[in-house]
């Protein structure tokens, strides 16, 4: 059977398979591709080859597709072979199983090469659901399987584009041409999406700003974002996940999307960094919680002399006393490196050299003024060491106390009264009422580096925008935790 009355009888489909050295699209590459070129029911061509991947095949690659290191020796490399494969797949539909796999490796083969590659996609895994619904299971096995066709050699490129066809054709013939053509020209149509979500996903995405989750098997958290649209935002991880490996491991994995809306962008931004420290999604590295946080503290010695301490307790009503947010002492001691390296500040003060009689080490080199010996004047060692940690001082919170800023959107009945103090994000509430019962006394939250950067950008930075601000009377001190 084959398209007869309709556009898609002038479209040739390029059924295509490829076989790699494993699923990392960063630093595997490809062993084999077979393309079956399909159009108005006849095969109009095929092409296929081995490729040299320029690295080893490991035994259990090897083992599953039985191409091994032997056979691909004096096969092509992929530069020598993308121009001709270009041609084949021009003014093609590129088809594949899990298509997002075959469709992401040719991209960055072409991509390595300093070439771009693109092409209308299909994936036979998509069309299976949305013509078979009632089935749970899309893999090639299981399609072979339920429509009795053809046993092939599976895990091999010719082998696997000769079920997907077959599947294609089946299909066809069961549904027949007007189903088929309808579904086919939705998905080529919608935007791309994870063959594992269902095609209406970004349809009932809201267009507004919040928060969303991307949850895979078992109802495992993947990923936290957020977005000022989401709907475009979760659509714009699809169109570019074949260019990361962790993009690809998301996309594999993601069975749903879930998603809470906010009034504006900075209560999704808090509600973003509240859930990632909370809920440790497993493809958020950025913006986890700290397992600690250390800062440092400028006190006088007995002589006068300012030294550096590192701290670990950092009270937020004096963060004017503390200069720098670090995660970790490694990197405390870092920026102290380099504080001392562009400004003769004196290491042993800094405390990056054991407390000992005479000079410190760097006094030998010429890089401290003496301060160590007491032969640099306390007053002007002290105001060097001021200017060289300035751009480390914490700011002090500018209010008496909490602060509500209130965040609204149109259609949106109830605002966002986001209440913060000392840069920390107290609560979310949503009616004057219960900003009104509101107390922080008994409340426990923690300091957080991300929120403290995230709250002074955005309520004292050069582009600070908020559109109410209400101070509030002092409530209650909360129970602050330190990571």
């Known amino acids: ?15 295509l398979d490829i076989e790699t050295t494993g699923g990392n699209v960063s630093h595997d590459r490809i062993t084999e591709i077979g393309i079956r070129l399909w159009r ?6 095929e092409w296929q080859t081995l490729l040299n991947p320029g690295t080893r095949i490991s035994p259990f690659i090897e083992q599953l597709t039985g191409i091994s290191n032997d056979m691909v020796a004096d096969a092509p490399l992929f530069e020598t072979i993308a121009d001709e ?19 992401g490796f040719i991209k960055s083969e072409f991509r390595k090469l300093g070439r771009l590659f693109s092409a209308r996609v299909l994936c036979t895994v998509k069309l299976s659901r949305r013509l078979y619904p009632e089935f749970r299971k899309h893999n090639m096995d299981a399609l072979i399987e339920r429509h009795g066709l053809e046993q092939v050699q599976r895990h091999r490129a010719m082998g696997d584009v000769s079920a997907m066809l077959a599947f294609f054709e089946n299909a066809l013939a069961d549904k027949g041409e007007e189903q088929i053509e309808k579904a086919v020209a939705e998905l080529l149509q919608r935007p791309s999406l994870p063959s594992h979500l269902p095609f209406d996903t970004l349809k009932d995405l809201p267009r507004s700003p919040g928060v969303y989750r991307f949850y895979g098997e078992n109802d495992v958290l993947l990923y936290v974002g957020k977005s000022t649209n989401i709907a475009q935002r979760v659509a714009s991880h699809f169109s570019g996940d074949h260019n990361t490996t962790r993009g690809v491991r998301i996309s594999e994995s993601l069975r749903r999307v879930e998603c809470t809306e906010t009034a504006g962008e900075l209560g999704a931004l808090l509600l973003e960094l509240r859930e990632i420290k909370a809920l440790n999604p497993l493809f958020n590295r950025r913006s986890r919680a700290a397992k600690s946080l250390v800062s440092i503290e400028l006190t006088p010695n007995d002589s006068g002399y300012l030294q550096a301490r590192l701290v670990r307790k950092i009270e937020p009503h004096r963060l004017a006393s503390y200069y720098g947010l670090f995660r ?5 001691e870092r920026a102290l490196s380099g504080i001392a390296a562009k400004n003769e500040v004196c290491n042993r003060l800094l405390g990056l050299e054991p407390e000992r009689e005479g000079a410190c080490f760097q006094r030998a080199l010429g890089r ?6 007491g032969t640099e004047d306390v007053a002007r060692y002290n105001l060097r060491v001021q200017i060289a ?4 001082r914490l700011r002090t919170w500018p209010w008496k106390g909490p602060v509500a800023i209130v965040e609204r959107r149109e259609g949106r009945e109830k605002p966002d009264i986001l209440v913060v103090y000392n840069w920390m994000h107290v609560a979310t509430l949503h009616d004057e009422q219960s900003l009104h019962d509101l107390s922080l006394r008994g409340q426990s939250i923690t300091f957080d580096l991300d929120s403290y950067n995230l709250l002074v950008k955005a ?11 209400i101070e509030l009377p002092a409530v209650g001190e909360p129970d602050v935790l330190m990571p």
Request: hydrophobic share 40%.
């Open 368 to 373: 401290c003024k003496g301060a160590c010996e």
């Open 40 to 45: 108005a029911g006849e095969t109009v061509g």
């Open 459 to 469: 309520l004292m930075g050069r582009n600070a925008k908020v559109d109410s601000l």
């Open 85 to 103: 494969l270009e041609e084949q797949l021009r003014d093609t539909v590129f088809v594949a199983h899990n298509a997002r796999f075959d469709y």
């Open 1 to 15: 059977m084959a398209f007869k009355n309709s556009d898609l009888s002038k479209i040739t489909f390029a059924f």
């Open 328 to 332: 970790s002492k490694r990197d405390a």
């Open 389 to 392: 940690f300035h751009e480390l």
